[in-house]
C-alpha cells in the first residue's frame, strides 16, 4: 500500500459538485431575498389556496402559473435547491433546513420574512427543558417548532454501535467472571487433591487401600 505524502491533497467526497450548487443557489436566494423585501412580503396574498380551491381546473391551473411567475427570485431558488438535495438525495444540514420555508420555498430571514419566538407552555415556565422556538414565516404564515434544551434522539447507526459495545463490554466481563470461577474452582479441587495425597485416608487405624484412594481422589464429596 502506498503512503501518501504530507503535500498531496485527500480526495473530494461524492457529488461535490451538487454540494457547490446547492451552497450557490442558497446563497443567491438570500442575496436577492434582502435585495427585494418587499416583493418577498406581498407573495403572501398571492399564495392563497381557497381561492384556487374556488374556481374551476382551467382557471387554477391559470392562477398557479400566475403564482409561480409572481413569485420572488428567491423562492425560484430556493426550490431549484430544494429539487437538485433531493434527485441527488443530498442531506441537508439542520441550520439550511431551517433557513428555508417547506411550504412557500421563501428565505427566512429573522425581522425580514420570518419572527423567532421562544415559548414554554409549562405552568410559570418552570420546566426549562420546555423551551420551543417558534419561527413563523411572514410570506405563508407557516410556523415551526423546535425544541431547544432537549437531547436530541441518537440515529440509528449510533444506536446500534453504542448498543454493540455494551454488549461486547458485557460479554467480556461476563467470560473474565467465568474465568475467575473456574480459576477458584481448579484451585479448590487441586487444593482437596493435594490434602488426600499427603494425608491419605485410613479406615479403622489402617491405610486405605489404592481403590478406596481413587475413589476418593475422583469423588471428593463422598463421606469418608
Known amino acids: 500500500m502506498v503512503k501518501q505524502s ?5 480526495k473530494p467526497g461524492p ?27 406581498s407573495n403572501g396574498s398571492l399564495e392563497n389556496p381557497e381561492a384556487s380551491s374556488s374556481r374551476n381546473g382551467s382557471a387554477a391551473k391559470g392562477m398557479e402559473e400566475l403564482m409561480k ?5 428567491g423562492q425560484f431558488l430556493i426550490a431549484q ?33 420570518s419572527e423567532e419566538i421562544l415559548e414554554n407552555l409549562s ?9 420551543v422556538l417558534v419561527i413563523r414565516c411572514l410570506v405563508c404564515g407557516t410556523s415551526k417548532r423546535y425544541p431547544v434544551g432537549s437531547k436530541r434522539q441518537l440515529r440509528k447507526s449510533e444506536r446500534e454501535t453504542n448498543t ?10 461476563a467470560q473474565q467472571s467465568i474465568k475467575f470461577k473456574s480459576g477458584l474452582q481448579s484451585e479448590e479441587l487441586f487444593t482437596k487433591l493435594r490434602g488426600l495425597t499427603l494425608f ?25
Not at 504530507?6 to 485527500?10: A, E, I, K, S, V
Not at 461535490?16 to 418587499?38: D, F, K, N
Request: net charge positive; aromatic share 4%; proline share 8%.
Open 164 to 173: 454493540k459495545s455494551i454488549t461486547n463490554g458485557k460479554s467480556k466481563r
Open 200 to 224: 491419605p485416608p485410613r479406615f479403622n487405624g489402617r491405610p486405605a487401600s489404592s481403590d478406596l484412594l481413587s475413589s476418593c481422589i475422583v469423588e471428593p464429596t463422598t463421606e469418608i
Open 69 to 73: 411567475v409572481c413569485t420572488g427570485p
Open 81 to 113: 435547491a430544494r429539487s437538485v438535495s433531493r434527485k441527488a438525495q443530498i442531506r441537508l444540514s439542520p441550520d439550511a433546513k431551517r433557513s428555508m420555508c417547506k411550504k412557500c420555498d421563501a428565505v427566512l430571514i429573522p425581522g425580514q420574512t
Open 15 to 41: 457529488n461535490r459538485h451538487l454540494h457547490a450548487r446547492v451552497g450557490y443557489l442558497r446563497r443567491a436566494a438570500a442575496y436577492l431575498t434582502q435585495a427585494h423585501p418587499v416583493a418577498a412580503r
Open 123 to 131: 405552568k410559570g415556565r418552570s420546566k426549562p427543558w420546555a423551551n
Open 6 to 10: 504530507g503535500n498531496q491533497q485527500q
